[in-house]
């Protein structure tokens, strides 16, 4: 699949207020091919230089717009983990770590709640994770294709800046989501017949929370299609992924598995 038919798949596949948050591709594609069908733009002329400093000022917009909003979303994801470990806390505080004390049906009630907003926590974040890989592939891309139709050297430079930046920089939301995973393992995995009421708990799922579990896995099986490479694979274009493939197969795994009424 050719990479601008893939980011314009994971634009209308991830959640609707993030969509002009990416790659301005297509934009960037058509400078391009300006740039170098223009018989008077010879490499190292002033029209040249002058079409060039257009085409970085773009990127640097780019990659300020990737920034600002991987920086508001990974701020976002580390308040509202603090908050879930607090909500899960008050509930074992208030029935006990197996909700024996009275009332432990609202136990498993509030309990398959929190579960449910955990997992729902953990497909924003993989998102955010497929933000990254999605954005750096297509700046390594049209950078590539700059060099190629231009004659000239943009492609290391820019992406040695690339990799400094906050967005490319996933640790800690990568971090976050096996924080969530290892919640989801020590609190949930109870008994079976636990298991089946807390589900049951959680069945009143909305229909935008089930657009998050779907854009959840598409969002794993494009990044675990983009690490596996291409036909332009170098080491420009490695995406900025952390996880092995057993473990993107663990993660599709748990997001496809959750009960979708």
């Known amino acids: ?19 002009d948050k990416f790659l301005s591709y297509k934009e960037l594609k058509k400078l391009v091919k300006l740039i170098s069908s223009a018989p008077t733009l010879l490499n190292g002329s002033t029209e040249y ?17 990737f920034n600002a ?8 994801f580390i308040i509202r983990h603090k908050e879930l470990q607090h909500r899960i806390q008050r509930v074992i505080d208030m029935w006990g770590p197996d909700g024996n004390r ?13 579960r449910k907003d955990i997992v729902d926590f953990h497909g924003e974040m993989v998102l955010l994770e497929n933000y990254s890989n999605i954005n750096y592939t297509g700046l390594a891309k049209i950078l590539k294709k700059y060099d190629k139709r231009t004659g000239g050297i943009l492609r290391l430079p820019f992406i040695q800046k690339v990799l400094e930046q906050p967005f490319f920089t996933t640790d800690l939301v990568s971090k976050l989501v ?3 995973e290892s919640i989801i393992d020590a609190v949930f995995l109870a008994e079976e017949e636990d298991l089946r009421e807390i589900r049951e708990a959680s069945a009143a799922v909305t229909v ?14 494009t990044m675990q ?18 996880l092995p493939d ?3 197969a663990d993660l599709i795994q748990l997001n496809s598995s959750i009960p979708i009424v």
Request: aromatic letters at 10%.
């Open 1 to 19: 699949m050719k990479f601008g038919k893939r980011l314009k798949d994971q634009i209308q596949e991830t959640l609707p207020d993030w969509r």
């Open 102 to 114: 009275p009332c432990g049906i609202l136990f498993k009630e509030e309990m398959g709640k929190i």
């Open 225 to 242: 299609e983009i690490r596996r490479g291409s036909s332009t694979y170098s080491q420009f274009s490695l995406p900025p992924l952390n």
């Open 178 to 180: 096996k924080e969530c």
């Open 69 to 76: 909003f991987f920086m508001e979303q990974e701020e976002d």
């Open 246 to 248: 057993s473990d993107l």
């Open 49 to 65: 230089d002058k079409a060039e400093a257009e085409f970085v000022y773009l990127l640097n917009n780019e990659i300020d717009k």
């Open 208 to 221: 935008a929370h089930q657009g998050i579990f779907r854009n959840t896995v598409a969002a794993l099986m």
